[in-house]
Every structure is written in structure tokens, then in C-alpha cells.
């Protein structure tokens, strides 16, 4: 017997998105939609149409958490982005009707490229890798150099100390996502520890908010970046927090189920960059000179990850996560911020 659209992940009615694509684009091709298989948060699927194509992002069918799943956000960003010297697919439309498919959605390009779920990119050589994260290095600077205010972004974030802000922002969702059998207290450490140690500092750039290797497209054949996705955490805010973010992967044991990093790793072997190497790439790149209280910003990276992984773990238990292993990513909240307490005091 043949599966049914929700035996393969597609959680709504393809009729009425057919219906709906007929009267915004035309022809009479029947539309195939296919989920895919990253995205923590916003379901994704790909759709085809005879020799037309594109990706569907949407909201997930169950509650939603304030500000979660912002795909307005990501479509604002991805609209403001196009044509710039940042490599986005193009976006096609917003809808906000739910009568189509039971969420707000919108569509972009579909991009014909790499995407490596990890971060030692099997089936590239030495150079091939190192190359690939040249490229990812570069195209995170290349973020924050844009004019946020010509792009039209000049209300993007929110007034005031971007760290102070983030501070609470996601020390508020660990409190309130708790269970009363949690016990995280390197997290507890880690809020106090950094709330005691924000930087005054007034760098704005447009930060991606979740740059990782998982969320750029690279080249079908080349080791260059072609596209850069998932928006949704995209804020206004410091660049060197982005830049920490994207700098975790050299801290996390291999071994540690859903985060597979770099630690431990033979990177001359392999061809990959360290993380010396790769922070001083993204400064010439950037435009700066050194790189000082990096020690912060990595804690600061780490407390933030194990939020959104409580965040993650809350989600699955609601049944409001797009990802299959979203409760296993959820139950890394605590060796994360184990992580951020020891690089609190290197």
C-alpha cells in the first residue's frame, strides 16, 4: 500500500497548496512535496511542479512558544538579502493565510548544492576541506559586513546591549522550561557568571544567529559557499557572538551523540583549519584587528546553545519539534553548559 503525505512527514493538505500554487503560478503539473530531513524548528519540504521547484517553510501544526518559529523573520531577512554580496536563495512569497495549509509559510529557491551534517565533511580531501572552510569563514564575514540600515534592517533587533539582552532572553526560557528534576547548575554558573562580565560595547552587525556548517549550501562540486539558510534566530547584535557560535565545533567531543564536533580530531590530517587559524581568517576577512575576551564570547555561545536546547528538549515534549532526534538534541542542555563553565575559566 502506498504511504499516505503524513507517512512521509508532509503534515497538511497538498490539495490546497496544489490549489493555491495553481492560482499564483499557473500550469496544471500535480505538486510533489517531499520532507526533509534537517531543521530543529520549522518544518521544510521540497516542492516540484513539472521543471518548477522550490522549498516550503512553515510554521509547526501545534502551539507555538512566544517569539519560536519566527519564518516572517526569515523571510524579511531573506527578501532584504537578495542581490547582496551574501548568498541566499531567492525568496518567492509569504502567506499568512492558514486556510491554505494550517500555518503561515513561505517559499524560496531551491539551491542544487552540498549540505554536510558533519563538521569533518566525509568525502572531501585535505584541501577540498580547507577550502570549504575558508569559504564558510569568509561568507560569515561577509554577513556582517553588510549595511544593515540600506538593506532595510535598521529595526531588525531591539534597542540596547545585545549581550544584556540575549542574557535574558534565554536565561528566562531556561527558567522557565526547567522541570523540577533538572539539574543544570554549570547553567546557573554560566548566567551569573556572564551577567557579571557583559561587555559595553556598541558593534551592531546583522548576525545569522545560527551559523553552522549544517546551515550553509556548498557548491554540487566546488568548496565554496553558495547559499546561507535558516534565518530564524537572525537578529541585530554583536558579530563576535555569531563568530563563537560558529566557533563550538572545536570544543565538542565527536563521540557526543547530535553534536559531532572537532575536538580530539586529527585537523592537520584532515585539512581543517584550527581554531586559531579560523579566527584569524574571519578578522582579516572582517576587517579587524585581534580578537580580545574571546573567552566570553565562547562561554556566552555555549549558554546560549544549551537554552535553545532546553528550548528543543520542551519542544519534543509538547510534540512541537520539526526534528526526529529533537529529544535526544534537547538532552545536550547540560553537557553544553559544562562546556561554557570550563571555558569561563580558561
Known amino acids: 500500500?502506498?504511504?499516505?503525505?503524513?507517512?512521509?512527514?508532509?503534515?497538511?493538505?497538498?490539495?490546497?497548496?496544489?490549489?493555491?500554487?495553481?492560482?499564483?503560478?499557473?500550469?496544471?503539473?500535480?505538486?510533489?512535496?517531499?520532507?526533509?530531513?534537517?531543521?530543529?524548528?520549522?518544518?521544510?519540504?521540497?516542492?516540484?511542479?513539472?521543471?518548477?521547484?522550490?522549498?516550503?517553510?512553515?510554521?509547526?501544526?501545534?502551539?507555538?512558544?512566544?517569539?519560536?518559529?519566527?519564518?516572517?523573520?526569515?523571510?524579511?531577512?531573506?527578501?532584504?538579502?537578495?542581490?547582496?554580496?551574501?548568498?541566499?536563495?531567492?525568496?518567492?512569497?509569504?502567506?499568512?493565510?492558514?486556510?491554505?495549509?494550517?500555518?503561515?509559510?513561505?517559499?524560496?529557491?531551491?539551491?542544487?548544492?552540498?549540505?554536510?551534517?558533519?563538521?569533518?565533511?566525509?568525502?572531501?580531501?585535505?584541501?577540498?576541506?580547507?577550502?570549504?572552510?575558508?569559504?564558510?569563514?569568509?561568507?560569515?564575514?561577509?554577513?556582517?559586513?553588510?549595511?544593515?540600515?540600506?538593506?532595510?534592517?535598521?529595526?531588525?533587533?531591539?534597542?540596547?546591549n545585545y549581550f544584556a539582552r540575549q542574557l535574558k532572553r534565554w536565561s528566562s526560557q531556561w527558567t522557565q522550561f526547567r522541570r523540577d528534576d533538572d539539574d543544570n547548575p554549570d547553567l546557573d554558573n554560566i548566567v551569573r557568571w556572564l551577567s557579571e562580565r557583559v561587555p559595553d560595547s556598541e558593534t551592531i552587525a546583522l548576525c545569522h544567529g545560527d551559523y553552522r556548517i549544517a546551515n550553509v549550501i556548498f557548491h554540487a562540486t566546488e568548496p565554496r559557499v553558495i547559499g546561507v539558510l535558516d534565518w530564524e534566530l537572525a537578529t541585530l547584535g554583536h558579530p563576535l557572538a555569531d563568530v563563537a557560535y560558529n566557533c563550538m565545533i572545536w570544543h565538542l567531543d565527536p563521540a557526543t551523540p547530535n553534536l559531532s564536533g572537532l575536538a580530539g580530531r586529527d585537523l592537520a590530517v584532515l585539512g581543517i583549519p584550527s581554531e586559531a587559524d579560523y579566527l584569524a581568517g574571519y578578522a582579516v576577512n572582517a576587517q579587524l584587528g585581534q580578537i580580545e575576551n574571546y573567552s566570553f564570547f565562547l562561554s556566552f555561545a555555549f549558554f546560549r546553545f544549551a537554552s535553545i536546547a532546553q528550548g528543543v528538549y520542551a519542544r519534543a515534549l509538547a510534540g512541537n519539534a520539526s526534528a526526529p532526534n529533537a529529544l535526544q538534541v534537547g538532552l545536550l542542555a547540560a553537557p553544553l553548559a559544562e562546556l561554557g563553565w570550563k571555558t569561563a575559566h580558561t
Not at 534537517?38 to 507555538?64: C, E, H, I
Not at 531567492?90 to 491554505?100: F, G, H, I
Open 1 to 160: 500500500m502506498d504511504a499516505t503525505p503524513q507517512d512521509r512527514g508532509v503534515d497538511f493538505e497538498i490539495a490546497r497548496l496544489d490549489e493555491f500554487l495553481r492560482g499564483r503560478f499557473g500550469g496544471a503539473e500535480p505538486t510533489e512535496v517531499e520532507r526533509t530531513q534537517g531543521g530543529m524548528s520549522n518544518p521544510t519540504y521540497f516542492l516540484t511542479r513539472g521543471d518548477w521547484r522550490a522549498v516550503l517553510r512553515k510554521q509547526p501544526n501545534a502551539a507555538l512558544m512566544p517569539s519560536a518559529h519566527a519564518i516572517d523573520r526569515e523571510y524579511r531577512v531573506l527578501a532584504a538579502l537578495r542581490n547582496s554580496s551574501v548568498p541566499t536563495p531567492e525568496p518567492y512569497l509569504y502567506c499568512d493565510d492558514r486556510a491554505v495549509i494550517g500555518t503561515p509559510f513561505y517559499l524560496m529557491e531551491r539551491f542544487d548544492g552540498r549540505v554536510f551534517h558533519e563538521f569533518r565533511t566525509p568525502g572531501l580531501n585535505r584541501e577540498e576541506r580547507a577550502q570549504s572552510y575558508r569559504s564558510m569563514c569568509a561568507t560569515l564575514a561577509s554577513i556582517h559586513k553588510l549595511d544593515f540600515r540600506a538593506l532595510g534592517l535598521g529595526d531588525f533587533g531591539k534597542p540596547g
